[in-house]
């Protein structure tokens, strides 16, 4: 993977800002060829940011798609483009933190339309992962080869001057490219788990982001894309929710465009970028775990091939899923929490969201029956141990054995076949051991 430096720093006005300082302008993928052929879907490289102990008022990403020049040309259709930090987890494991999403257009290369689009993303939530040397991860479902597909531009513009709010860390929570909405026989809970987030030191507040669009059409109710669905998520015990809902697709910029780019849709406007949903400025406390449990509206999709109730062209006009007018209803969608601080942090406490030490969280639900989720942070990489016991002590069920990274974890527990009564989770790892009470009803 070769190493792209270009650091360039200027003292320049951006438009829209006020009294900037310095500003460092940091070069990342130029032009990048993404399609499905010898370019790939996928550009992952290597660039170098400010360092961490530099304080920057204003981070703003300039993200252009162009279309390659003739004989090549724009992928016509509207898919989804999308821009990660690769964090690693250990030496062989990464994580993807989505920063950016973007909908390509329908088709801008005919009837007058632009050639390109560019947008422009607020970067200040992510400054802790966009020091030193980063890893940027560049995806744009595209399904076109040869000359076609997008070139891809991402400029990072860092404007240097003290801030009262430094956004300290980011603690990926889920990233789904496809999570089937309406299914029975894969629900949504299967995958939305409640996720406890350790707080890190010097942590003030939390924002928590929720990144979503919905794709799929011909569906019971024209879902997802098309369909208007709320969106829940409980932080402790406060419920938030959120209509993932745009009825401004036709007011884009980046316009005109062949086909339907006008309709109003689930966070899904051809030729415009993604907003995600922000609760923010939620207290916290060091020590603590900030607990999140994402939701999503009832919903079940009669028009799909596993119904046995499903009739083509009687009940449905089409039971099978196809490429073209009945396709799976999926979210697109990802979940972070960013915890934020007016205190000066040094460059070692920068992305912190693991505790010192391991933490075995209360499993969820409790009571349960008969499943539960066992949920734990581990400090280090290292191996680690989950079992269960009764309450005379004996082993009942070994849950996991085996080398994890740094970070959040959870397993499964079901209880179907065992007595009603209390049980003990234990987490062994890094040399310590913790056990947690478990309450078994039916």
């Given at each position: ?200 030191p010097q942590a003030e507040f939390a924002t928590v ?113 196809n490429s073209t007018g009945h396709t799976q209803p ?107 009470k478990m309450l078994l009803l039916k």
């Amino acid at each position: 993977m070769r190493l792209l430096l270009i650091l360039l720093t200027l003292a320049i006005s951006l438009p829209g800002l006020a009294d900037p300082g310095d500003t460092t302008v940091v070069f990342t993928f130029t032009q990048e060829l993404q399609n499905f052929g010898a370019g790939g879907r996928d550009a992952i490289e290597t660039f170098a940011f400010p360092a961490a102990d530099i304080e920057f008022n204003e981070i703003y990403m300039v993200y252009r798609l162009d279309c390659p020049s003739a004989p090549g040309d724009c992928d016509p259709w509207d898919r989804t483009a999308r821009l990660y930090v690769q964090r690693s987890l250990t030496d062989s494991t990464h994580e993807d933190i989505e920063i950016a999403r973007a909908i390509t257009p329908y088709d801008i290369t005919g009837g007058g339309g632009p050639g390109h689009c560019d947008w422009t993303f607020d970067m200040m939530e992510y400054q802790s992962i966009l020091r030193g040397e980063v890893t940027l991860h560049s995806f744009v479902d595209t399904w076109v080869g040869g000359n076609q597909g997008w070139l891809v531009t991402c400029t990072f513009y860092f404007v240097e001057n003290s801030m009262p709010l430094r956004a300290m860390a980011v603690e990926q929570l889920w990233n789904f490219g496809g999570l089937v909405y309406g299914d029975p026989d894969d629900p949504v809970e299967n995958h939305l788990d409640l996720s406890f987030v350790p707080i890190p030191p010097q942590a003030e507040f939390a924002t928590v982001r929720i990144w979503t669009t919905g794709h799929g059409q011909g569906n019971t109710h024209n879902a997802a894309e098309f369909s208007q669905k709320t969106h829940g998520v409980w932080i402790g015990l406060d419920q938030y929710e959120h209509l993932l809902w745009r009825n401004d697709c036709s007011v884009n910029p980046c316009s005109p465009q062949g086909g339907t780019w006008q309709f109003s849709r689930a966070g899904w406007c051809p030729g415009s970028r993604v907003y995600p949903w922000d609760i923010p400025f939620i207290e916290v406390t060091p020590g603590e775990t900030i607990d999140i449990w994402p939701t999503m509206e009832p919903y079940e999709n009669l028009c799909r091939p596993n119904n046995p109730e499903c009739i083509s062209g009687v009940t449905c006009t089409d039971c099978n899923f196809n490429s073209t007018g009945h396709t799976q209803p999926v979210y697109i969608t990802s979940g972070q929490v960013i915890f934020w601080t007016t205190q000066a942090i040094s460059a070692d406490e920068h992305n912190v969201a693991v505790p010192a030490n391991a933490v075995l969280h209360q499993n969820y639900p409790n009571p349960f029956n008969p499943e539960t989720t066992i949920s734990f942070a581990l400090a280090k990489e290292g191996r680690t141990v989950v079992k269960v016991f009764d309450v005379n002590g004996r082993e009942v069920r070994t849950l996991l054995d085996r080398d994890l990274a740094r970070g959040q974890h959870k397993v499964m527990f079901n209880g179907s076949g065992l007595a009603s009564g209390v049980y003990f989770a234990r987490l062994e790892a890094a040399g310590q051991v913790f056990t947690n009470k478990m309450l078994l009803l039916k």
